[in-house]
């Protein structure tokens, strides 16, 4: 089983940069590859960024291209998604989850979820 704990959410003007971390355990963690959801109040979880076990592969939903950037330290067990150029509709509660599907962009193909952070983006 892999646990998983978000941390560096914030509040945050827009224009401006939050970097936020996943902390996982387990043996395996380089073996699943890694994604960040967003959900906003009312709203669906949505997809936002991908990154394949190795790291060598990345997807994005098109909202944040450009903008923010996942990587992966396998030796570290840990996700990072570097968040730049924030704007009010990026506010939600962000989540990290864990699976061993490639190209997974959708909820169902990932098996395990942190508790998610909350990111705040005033205007």
């Known amino acids: 089983q892999v646990q998983l704990v978000e941390s560096g959410g914030g509040l945050v003007q827009a224009g401006g940069s939050l970097r936020l971390s996943c902390a996982a355990s387990?043996?395996?963690?380089?073996?699943?590859?890694m994604g960040w959801f967003r959900q906003a109040p009312g709203k669906e979880r949505e997809f936002v960024a991908y990154?394949?076990?190795?790291?060598?592969?990345?997807l994005y939903t098109d909202s944040v291209k450009g903008r923010f950037t996942i990587s992966r330290d396998n030796a570290k067990n840990t996700v990072h998604l570097q968040m730049n150029s924030l704007k009010p509709e990026d506010t939600a509660v962000y989540y990290c989850?864990?699976?061993?599907?490639?190209?997974?962009?959708?909820?169902?193909?990932?098996?395990?979820w942190g508790q998610g952070t909350q990111v705040t983006v005033s205007s």
């Open positions: 387990g043996r395996t963690f380089s073996s699943y590859a």
């Open positions: 989850a864990a699976g061993r599907i490639a190209r997974a962009t959708m909820i169902n193909q990932y098996t395990y």
């Open positions: 990154i394949s076990a190795s790291g060598g592969s990345t």
